[in-house]
């Protein structure tokens, strides 16, 4: 393995099992079964791309995919006594010798590309760089004499910088021996379309209810609000881990009382929002609450085109959103406004504007969504 277990893992979401942990996947049958056709047929590619939106298990379908890969043995005639069946899961048993020491961190075959930590600085870089990529000639140098299949998962591949990008191009262009690259892209868009082109497209899809609860019940998360952490989260089990554990459903509740102000915006409520993400610490918080805003505008929106959201995130939702998005018109109009709006914001945050008059200066556009 490429981590040391004294580093941080910025492939691990806070309140969560690292993917590597999960026992089960759940609600990814489709990219299961398209996997294993590939691998089955011999048409296993060298390079795959994971998608999908965030926390709904593409990290999770990886490090399966890993796994598999490592524990099951190349195609063969068999010799003698014929070829064996071909698999029919890309389960591993828990205590096959592969998963035990994936889980222990120690599985020479797999190399988990990861932002890392800055020497310079002692922080967590923000992308993956050029050097951490480079560690790759070591993996591929020293793993290369077991004739064995080696697996490098690239978590998240829109996290790479120009260089980390074209490095890990040419790896695509003459791929290593017995190499297989799982690239986990939550906006594939965001990738050189020749990374794209020498691909294959595995989709994931947002988690049902019953996924989700299964999902959830697996990481250990008891939902304070169960209704509103299903309708805020879209499927997404780390979405739903992150609201649950940063009290998520709470500040949207505190958002839509705010929103149904509206056409008047409360000064004094907006106030207080903007600054409860003040002070040192409370970044995570910020940065949640733009995202929840994205969320409030995003059903705005759509009440104006198929009614208010059902179930409701918070109390007074469906008459909130009704009242601000009664038809198609202002539909559009929201739509509109929430991208500019989120685009500002974001770009606020990318510069260390301060906080709290970042988010009060947010709320205070918000009316001019109504006008």
């Given at each position: ?170 790896l695509l262009e003459e ?91 409360d000064r004094g409520l ?65 739509a509109a406004h929430a ?33």
């Open positions: 393995m490429s981590a040391d277990d004294a580093l941080p893992e910025p492939d691990k979401l806070e309140g969560a099992p690292h993917p590597r942990e999960a026992t089960q996947l759940f609600g990814q049958e489709a990219a299961e079964a398209a996997f294993l056709d590939a691998f089955n047929t011999g048409r296993l590619h060298h390079g795959w791309m994971i998608t999908g939106p965030k926390g709904i298990g593409k990290a999770t379908l990886a490090w399966k995919l890993a796994r598999f890969l490592i524990a099951t043995p190349p195609h063969d005639d068999g010799g003698l006594f014929g070829a064996p069946p071909p698999p029919t899961t890309l389960d591993i048993d828990p205590e096959h010798p592969v998963a035990r020491r994936m889980m222990a961190r120690a599985e020479p075959g797999l190399f988990s590309l990861t932002r890392s930590v800055v020497e310079t600085t002692g922080r967590m870089s923000r992308e993956i760089r050029i050097e951490d990529v480079r560690r790759l000639r070591g993996f591929f140098a020293m793993s290369s004499a077991d004739g064995g299949r080696r697996v490098v998962i690239v978590d998240a591949a829109d996290e790479m910088n120009p260089n980390a990008a074209n490095a890990i191009l040419k791929p290593p021996a017995n190499a297989v690259l799982l690239l986990i892209a939550h906006q594939p868009s965001r990738l050189l379309p020749t990374i794209r082109s020498r691909c294959r497209v595995l989709r994931c899809e947002p988690l049902s209810d019953s996924d989700l609860d299964a999902a959830l019940a697996q990481a250990e998360v008891t939902a304070s609000d169960p209704a509103a952490l299903t309708a805020l989260a879209g499927g997404s089990a780390g979405a739903a881990i992150r609201l649950e554990t940063e009290e998520g459903t709470k500040l949207y509740a505190d958002l839509l009382k705010l929103i149904s102000t509206l056409p008047q915006l907006a106030g207080k929002l903007a600054e409860s993400v003040g002070g040192r610490g409370n970044e995570a918080r910020m940065t949640l609450l733009l995202d929840l805003l994205d969320v409030a505008l995003s059903r705005l929106a759509r009440t104006g085109v198929v009614g208010p959201p059902t179930p409701e995130a918070a109390p007074g939702e469906a008459d909130a959103l009704l009242k601000l998005s009664p038809n198609a018109h202002a539909a559009r109009n929201w991208q500019s709006l989120s685009e500002r914001a974001r770009r606020g945050a990318a510069v260390n504007l301060d906080p709290p008059g970042l988010i009060f200066d947010t709320l205070l556009k918000l009316e001019e969504g109504v006008r």
